[in-house]
T-cell receptor, first 112, second 114 residues
């Protein structure tokens, strides 16, 4: 069983839709959770980072963590074609520049 | 601020050949990472440097992969000899320190082993 599971998609939605991206994990020691966005032929870029259960908002993006269920989500409101990318969840055990464990990524396309 | 630079961007080699990738991190960033991203998968950490010392190389296939970061700035990752399963994107990332959360990724080197 992989430590981090992520539905690879692809996921295709119309512009303006609410998008929900999800990851589950098996290692209860994970405490820090991140979402990265990766455009085609580019490196990943950090979108959001959180270390507590609950919701964290940043503009159109909301990250949700449920440690009891070992489940994290990223919601995108009012999705735009520029949001089309692969979204990677990542997590680690302790604070600091320690090893990140990534999900396999979900490829998202927003159709105009 | 200039980002993480990597070269070459693309490389095609035959199996059993050797190949080297170069990374120049963001200026002043002490921590440098090499990741391997196989098509359809998330990045997997190969090696992490703090300045010119190795912090974590537990997932580096040491029989064929090597990496160095002389002088604590640029880094090179080498594969010798290459296998078909080494076909992947090799990503370099850097962060300002061991306890900084944000890793900044370069564009990657896309390797195809034939």
């Amino acid at each position: 069983q992989k430590e981090v599971e992520q539905d690879p998609g692809p996921l295709s939605v119309p512009e303006g839709a609410i998008v929900s991206l999800n990851c589950t994990y098996s290692n209860s020691a994970f405490q820090y959770f991140m979402w990265y966005r990766q455009y085609s032929r580019k490196g990943p870029e950090l979108l959001m980072y959180t270390y507590s259960s609950g919701n964290k908002e940043d503009g159109r993006f909301t990250a949700q963590v449920d440690k009891s269920s070992k489940y994290i989500s990223l919601f995108i409101r009012d999705s735009q074609p520029s949001d089309s990318a692969t979204y990677l969840c990542a997590m680690k055990v302790i604070q600091g520049a320690q090893k990140l464990v990534f999900g396999q990524g979900t490829r998202l396309t927003i159709n105009p | 601020e200039a980002g993480v630079a990597q070269s070459p961007r693309y490389k095609i080699i035959e199996k059993r050949q050797s190949v080297a990738f170069w990374c120049n991190p963001i200026s002043g960033h002490a921590t440098l990472y090499w990741y391997q991203q196989i098509l359809g998968q998330g990045p997997k950490l190969l090696i992490q440097f703090q300045n010119n010392g190795v912090v974590d190389d537990s997932q580096l296939p040491k029989d064929r992969f090597s990496a160095e970061r002389l002088k604590g700035v640029d880094s090179t990752l080498k594969i010798q000899p290459a296998k078909l399963e080494d076909s992947a994107v090799y990503l370099c990332a850097s962060s300002s320190g061991l306890y900084q959360e944000t890793q900044y990724f370069g564009p990657g080197t896309r390797l195809l082993v034939l």
